[in-house]
């Protein structure tokens, strides 16, 4: 029920973000009609296609409906798995593809993926199953374009609970892979 709400959230997020956007370039669009641009400007801007459109929004502050997307995906950096399971989400993919992306487009750029799980198992399990979650997250950011020198793993197994407590909701929210910039 809480997985349909958030995805109910996140479309109508994504339906009234493109009404924005489109209510926008419809503007701006009108506004350069308005001014009376030249042939020359008019021939220069239909030559630079999709980039004048996306430089002029960052110019004025606007941002494209993909650089808000990549903005709120890069802002989610901790990604949870459900119990004695080292694969990510599926939910995930989107985001984490966000992040490769990021990674990719930025070579200086470094992060570690934190792996840690519910203290139900032994010490060395868990410490075993926080770097396989680690690694899973590694290694799908590494096919999406990330390079294996940008991303350092690190296992805390139970040693680092993110919510103290012993109900499925606190074992939940320890269980997870939380990437930290460097």
């Known amino acids: 029920m809480v997985k349909q709400s958030k995805k109910y959230f996140k479309i109508g997020l994504l339906v009234c973000s493109l009404f924005v956007l489109g209510a926008c370039s419809s503007t701006s669009d009108s506004d350069s009609d308005m001014e009376g641009a030249t042939d020359e400007n008019a021939s220069s801007s239909d030559n630079s296609g999709s980039n004048a459109r996306s430089n002029a929004g960052s110019n004025s502050g ?7 997307r990549a903005q709120n995906a890069l802002r989610q950096t901790v990604f949870y798995f459900d119990f004695d399971i080292a694969e990510f989400k599926a939910d995930d993919r989107d985001t984490l593809t ?6 990719a487009s ?4 470094r992060i570690r993926l934190e792996g840690h799980a519910d203290e ?3 010490r060395e399990y868990n410490l075993a199953l926080g770097e396989r979650r680690a690694n899973g997250v590694l290694n799908y950011l590494i096919v999406n374009g990330a390079s294996r020198s ?6 805390y197994g139970e040693e680092s609970p993110s919510q103290s407590g012993q109900s499925e909701q606190a074992y939940s929210r320890n269980r997870r892979v939380e990437v930290v910039g460097r």
Do not use: C, M
């Not at 940008?150 to 296992?155: D, L």
């Open 62 to 68: 606007q941002l494209s409906q993909e650089e808000i």
């Open 98 to 103: 966000f992040h490769a992306r990021d990674l």
């Open 106 to 109: 930025n070579p200086n750029k």
């Open 120 to 122: 139900r198992g032994t």
């Open 150 to 155: 940008q991303i350092e793993v690190v296992s």
